[in-house]
């Protein structure tokens, strides 16, 4: 490695997403996308927007204040355009919020299994992770490590996901107690990008927490993956420090566009939710008849273990499914009901 590199870089891999199946036409269940893509009313809306009115030659309008006004309105809570951060994804914001928060400051806390990003973006600015476990049986954090964590490693702040990625499962009550005991010179990052599947938010204490900050995305629910919009909501401080040093015009013009669009018709794109749902709770009560554990989850996917995760994992992507094996397990996106007919039939098969 050249000596200009820093060392640590050495320990650490480029993060990479599977090529794919061999299958002709595999059934992609592995990133938690919403299956079916925008419909064609809304892309033709959008594509008619690009071109007639996007500049090419000019930048985008870097502030991106009607698109904070449509997320404050959407979010609710009183919140205020001047409480609202964009990013190019909800990546993005996390590398903000660490650089804003915990460079030169202590570490950061996770309760593992938990989305990987943290770890691996503190670990690019060098900023260390302390890691505490969760229960086997329903993934609840150990409280009792996490809070001597916060009282002897130097913990600068905590990232939560609400529902939890992979396990699918929400912050408990005892957990937000303690979420909420966590003293205000740490910052806490509560992740809802499974929000509008759970239908849960911790928004309405915004107010009474100023270390707090919410993420949540348009890649999920909203179906704009391909455009990498994520937003943090959070004290005006804050989100201050986040524009402070957000990179500028971070968001291309057809990706604020394509926003704007999601949250005017935000009820008409919402609107295939109770399906995705009630196809979790078919698709979990068919997976347990098959003897394979798989949990309660408040997202559009299920985690799943069984004696052999990796046999299940390459039987099913030979075939034609192709789903994440993570953190002890299998998590497995929830797709159409045609998807998931044929992630059973296949299951099965590789049983």
Known sequence: MLSLIR????????????????????????????????????????GAITQLEIQSNRYPDGEYASLKKLVADYVGFNITPAQISLGNGSDEIIRSLLIVACLNRG??????????????L????????????????DFSIDLAAAQQSIDSDRIAAVFLVHP??????????AEIDWVRSIPENILV??????????????????????NWVILRTCSKAFRLAAYRVGYAIGHLDLILALEKVRLPYNLPTVSFVAAELAMS????????????LAERDRLKLEIRNLGISVWDSDANFLYLRSADDSSIANCLKANGTIIRQTGGGLRLTIGTPEQNHRTLSRLKSCL
């Open 7 to 46: 060392p640590d870089l050495a320990e650490l891999s480029a993060y990479k997403v599977d090529g794919g199946s061999e299958h002709p036409s595999p059934d992609k269940l592995d990133a938690n996308e919403v299956s079916i893509d925008l419909p064609d009313w809304f892309k033709a809306k959008l």
């Open 122 to 137: 503190a670990k690019t600015l060098g900023i260390p992770t302390v890691k505490v476990p969760r229960s086997n049986q």
């Open 107 to 120: 570490s950061i806390l996770v309760a593992e299994p938990t989305f990987s990003m943290y770890g691996i």
């Open 189 to 210: 990052v509560i992740d809802e990008a499974y929000f509008e599947f759970s239908g849960i938010t911790l928004t309405g204490e915004l107010s009474q927490h100023p």
């Open 164 to 173: 939890n990625s992979p396990t699918g499962n929400s912050l408990t009550s």
């Open 265 to 276: 018709h935000h009820a008409e794109l919402l609107a295939n939710v109770p399906e995705i």
